[in-house]
């Protein structure tokens, strides 16, 4: 299965039981396709909400990684 594949079954199956899902992820375009993110840096949150969120955290490794994705 490609990744894709994954996230959409993931995505059908939570969508079908009518449940929130949590998915635990490095990878930067898992991450942009969810409705939320939480970004964690050493235990604290420094970023949640839309992925498009992220951007205000600009000092961050990970959310700049995003602007170039978005």
Known sequence: M???E???LIRESVREANMAGI???HDL???LACDKMVVIDEGRVIAYGEPR???ECSTH???KSLR???
């Open 2 to 4: 490609t990744e894709q």
């Open 6 to 8: 994954i996230l959409t």
């Open 23 to 25: 998915l635990i992820t």
């Open 29 to 31: 375009h898992s991450a």
């Open 53 to 55: 969120h992220a951007l």
């Open 61 to 63: 490794d990970f959310c």
């Open 68 to 70: 170039g994705l978005m």
